[in-house]
């Protein structure tokens, strides 16, 4: 059975940085893409980065470009994203997700991100 299981979620300042970590259990990882995801109240999710199978290629929605940093260590099968500068408009339940071909197939249930000004 899949499982992901986010971590290191909080309240912070704005300004300050946060690093979540996304642990995986019953798939080998470097077997697949991995991408992070994100749900504000009464928005729908959408997509905040994602990374390939090896880690060589990245992927970032505009929002947060050059702000978060998403990575993964394949040998722990675990994949991070590094918030930095982080704004109250990026508060929300960060999800992440393993691809399976072209869809994200598994997800983990969240970790929630609280910025305050």
């Known amino acids: 059975q899949v499982q992901l299981v986010e971590s290191g979620g909080g309240l912070v300042q704005a300004g300050g940085s946060l690093r979540l970590s996304c642990a995986v259990s019953?798939?080998?990882?470097?077997?697949?893409?991995m991408g992070w995801f994100r749900q504000a109240p009464g928005k729908e999710r959408e997509f905040v980065a994602a990374?390939?199978?090896?880690?060589?290629?990245?992927d970032y929605a505009d929002s947060v470009k050059g702000r978060f940093t998403i990575s993964r260590d394949n040998a722990k099968n675990t994949a991070y994203l590094q918030m930095n500068s982080l704004k109250p408009e990026d508060t929300a339940v960060y999800y992440c997700?393993?691809?399976?071909?072209?869809?994200?197939?598994?997800w983990g249930r969240g970790t929630q991100v609280t910025v305050s000004s």
């Open positions: 990374i390939s199978r090896s880690g060589g290629s990245t």
């Open positions: 019953g798939r080998t990882v470097s077997l697949y893409a």
């Open positions: 997700a393993l691809r399976v071909g072209m869809n994200y197939a598994y």
